[in-house]
């Protein structure tokens, strides 16, 4: 199925295993005249990157996205844009054991029962790095909204039970480095400056829109708008925002729904949190199987960040991006008179119900 | 845009308004050959139905479905269903007051913001009531699986702070009835029966379909998959599921990860929770504003369930079942030899890498 | 699968068999605002209806349209509107001989290889009745087009060897329906006012739109845009039109393109001519198999058209207006410097390129 | 809008520019196992590449493809296959005039109308050069069909108004080569082997999706299914092909309809012809507009074929493939009985109708 593309106008189609010979993404339906250059990318494809901290796995990743198409002059042509990111640094040795063997919390089993086979280096298509595709794409996505003035922003907010920035997280992750453990985590993510009206009431909400998108990132487990699992506790009497005017707007007093009702954006603030599991390469001996139906014991080799949150952030704030900025293309025929505005043409309906 | 339709293969598109004169769904893609009558959609409408206890509206809503076309000798011809469900007891009147004033915690102001103007009588198309036409679509698919070996059921877990079946429930809801006021609830649904290998690796995983589908349930305000939310505290040894072997099966010893990874059935049970907010509509007052930008109170009128949960577990279930249904004949061609098995030609295929 | 949709932002599903209870339309993505009436539609569903003239079978279809939601107080909402068009007047009786024998120029051998068996009443879902859903949804459609200055219009241009409206046109469908047999025909259709600039450069060219739109009314058998085949014999130097100003407006001197280049509207009128078959319905006796694979001969009862240009033309004008709407919309999305505009956002772009 | 896109299971996204740094494609949906090497490729991109021969283009184009992704030790892994074709011998300055000025025939101001200014350099996106990604495409749904016993060909038929192998052909490409001028051609294609029962009855009728196809390549400005325009001429007693038992199975005495019947296919050959306009680019000189609204006279450069029919036979053939390779994914959730025997479910329904 052809299950790599997201988006109906603004749609992007990734492609690339971990350890094959690059990854990469074509947008296609990004608006034409769009300034753009590779450093606009480059800029978030670092913030996924490895760092030098002791959060994130020791794999060196350049990760340079070039741009092969769909940009020319400075700016986009409104034909596809392809992007590129080259593999190095692949220690596909490290996986030499996995072909037959299937790794607890990861998708060998359920690849192999879809396809028959699989490519097992580095997870092949399922690895994490499979979202540097989105990120290069995600990052066209953000340029774009923020020519209509809309932000978004997303970090790492906890790391196990700890706040993300605390002593504890960090004394957490060197403890389960020396184990070979991993941990969970959370990420939250805010939107500004969206306007009301963005999302489809039915099927396409703009909720059920973003948390199809947050769901395709690997490991995520859990995603709230709002105040999310919170509600299920509240009364509708604390839990609805009061609507207020302020400096002429309509605008809501406090955001329990996070920006969005009946699907439909209100002009409050996006709110979004997403769940990590932990990282499930892990170097503690895990019972499993063998492709063939025999027991046995496996040890996760290889460079992997014990916790997930920090580099997933970017990703996060990504796909979201991808989300709005399509949304924000399908929301412009929605009215028949902005539709005759658009062509410059003028009113001349009959008048309704006569 | 488009967005009343749900699904690639196996597709739905509903339509109607709360208090116009029908509701119904097209089902496209249903293959031919089904055995299916009126009865086996009208027994999950009446799940959907207000019941005489406590906890639901006292609308009467007898809902029920005919089927327009699509079946032919009581069996699907492969050509598209169209079942309707037609309106009754729609007091509009209570309406009346609420064309021009943005009830806090729906959809109108968005709308308003969309569309330009709207058709205020019971909600609308963002009425609750419009999950009827989901749910006469979802019965199909359900049967559909079914026919497969694979069997969904839903149903409302918690109330407020409560069990849901426990007196303590049923008393908060007594209270709220009286108070005019409204809480918050959870539904869980289990998928059994699943076949490994359904979902894709990327944008459309299972997780992903399965949370946007739950997502687009008005009310919804977190999903979770397997241990959700839970897990951003685990740890990677404990979460794992770890493979073992029995009856000469692959099965996964625990669940932590929902029937779930990497997007990927892996046979094990699909476990989903949905946390849905308070009913908005409460007749405790409220601050909000009119469309002209002036400041008001409103108390909102109507029959209301306090509590959206109990009767919204159907619509899960069934929502479920389209994506399982969907996912189901789109994993038929993940594979040569399976298509060249079905379409009956021999292995001809040159070795490979030679 | 599901093929009973079509378009993308302006998208239709159509539903129904010949001689089941009724047939149907759900449009979806339908813009907000538009004046609409069931008169609207019901002037279209008459000119497909057949006439009282020589040409037209003599089937009684009273062909009523009924809006069953998504219009409220004589506008449209934005949200689906339903159509329905029940059936009257079904002699399924013609069709009893006809469920185990495959009728040559049909798609009943297809449908039972297909689907396994079929609903043999009238041609079910494959019956040229299912085309006034059609008819419905392109109503819509064109009366969305005009609000923007487009005006769409087809007819039948030859019936056999002469012209459509010649006396010998008229005696050969005499001659024809007391042979029982049949003539092939063609409609041509045009487009004017569409401005430069819809459709899309690749796979979503205007003219595979078009085409696609116009194969898919059982029947057709070539389509031609512009000058169509006559192109494979000309010269460049001929068949390029010139541009010139005139009124201050660039336009073609000449239209072999037929208003579309490059897959992209050049604001010249559009030009479609469609080459239909002849009935396949005849009552002279054909050879043919039975679905147990004996052969047999076969005359086909009921009332036939013995040619089907002349109320297939409005379905052409239909689907051409289900295409350019939805173009139309698609459109909108093409320049950041629109949406910025749209949006009510400053350029504060970058320039490109430093 | 996201018009590079083609297919729905077997999904292709083309993108590039003729004088970029490369076109690609990206094939998504490809089922696994499938035995895929470059040279595969390689073998149908050399009947894109202009010949020695006269009737061709001088410019020389290597056009070797190269597989990025979604193979792994030789086969195809399900997992999106990312070719890419690097760009050499780009002579930009033949095009240094062409920025503001619309050649006749061309998308050019089409182009600026839609996205306010372009890549003028050879086309752009609209160069018969994109079609270079849709053959490395088409090769690889062409080895997918010939898995199941389907094959393909297309080859020139017609120049001007001679057979395309005739002396006077050549006579004709000589002469115009001389003058700077071009002409028209045809291209036909035919499909052996395919089941009975590819497409559906409605709006994704196999010659909807095929005509669709068709048209997508530039300069195609008519298609034909069967007899196509000459069944407007044809009685219904002559068109409709009768069917016979020959060695058991069910076939057609004659194949007017070309294989296809309501849509769908009948297991005869399917035939589709194609009409191709003249070369537009031509040396001769043309009345022409510049952007900024004056006229002027223009004289395209450049090395151009001065006929089309030749090289694009080759795209018609993979364009076919393609339509072909989803269409048979497709219909494999076409029936019931068979999803069951797929997934190894025994027929527990209950009898229909009681």
């Known amino acids: ?33 769009l300034a753009l250059k590779e450093a606009d990318i480059n800029k978030y494809m670092e913030r996924r990157r490895p760092n030098a901290g002791k959060m ?28 590129i990111i080259r593999n190095e640094d692949a220690h596909s040795s ?13 998708a060998d089993f359920g690849f192999d029962a879809k396809y028959g086979f699989r490519d097992a280096r580095g997870g092949g298509r399922s690895s994490g790095r499979e979202t540097s595709a989105r990120v290069a794409a995600g990052a066209v996505a953000l340029k774009l909204l923020s020519e209509i003035g809309i932000s978004v922003h997303a970090e790492v907010e ?7 920035k605390s002593i504890e997280a960090e004394e957490l992750i060197t403890g389960l480095r020396k184990e070979g453990d991993s941990t969970g985590s959370t990420v939250f993510c805010c939107a500004s ?22 769901f395709s990132i690997g490991a995520v487990k859990a995603v709230e708008i709002g105040d999310g699992c919170a509600v299920s506790l509240a009364r509708g009497s604390a839990n609805n925002d009061p609507f207020r005017i302020k400096d002429g707007k309509i605008v809501t007093a406090g955001n329990h729904a996070g920006g969005i009702l009946g699907g439909i954006s209100n002009g409050s603030e996006i709110l979004i949190r997403a769940y990590f599991k932990p990282t499930p390469s892990i170097s503690v001996p895990q019972d499993t199987v063998r492709k063939d139906g025999t027991e046995t014991v496996i040890t996760v080799k290889g460079r992997h960040d014990p916790v997930i949150g920090p580099r997933a952030a970017v990703v996060v704030e990504c796909m979201t991006g991808l989300v709005l900025a ?11 008179d902005r539709i005759r505005s658009f062509y410059g043409a003028s009113d001349s309906s009959e008048d309704a119900g006569q």
Do not use: Q
């Not at 106008?9 to 005249?33: M, N, Y």
């Not at 400056?193 to 947050?214: H, M, N, Q, T």
């Open 1 to 33: 199925m052809a299950g790599s593309g997201f988006g109906t106008i603004f749609r992007i189609t990734t492609w690339g295993e971990s350890h094959g010979k690059a990854l990469g993404v074509v947008i296609d339906g990004c608006p034409a005249g």
């Open 56 to 83: 994130s796995t020791k794999r060196k990743e350049p990760d340079e996205a070039e741009i092969l198409s769909g940009v020319w002059d400075g700016r986009t042509t409104g034909t596809p844009i392809s992007i």
């Open 94 to 106: 490290d996986y030499s054991g996995l072909w037959d063997v299937y790794r607890p919390g990861h």
């Open 158 to 164: 906890s790391i196990g039970a700890y706040p993300a």
């Open 193 to 214: 400056g969206v306007p009301a009206g963005l999302g489809d009431p039915v099927f396409e909400k703009l909720d059920a829109r973003l948390s199809s998108a947050i």
């Open 326 to 336: 399509d949304s924000l293309l399908l929301n412009m025929s929605s009215r028949v």
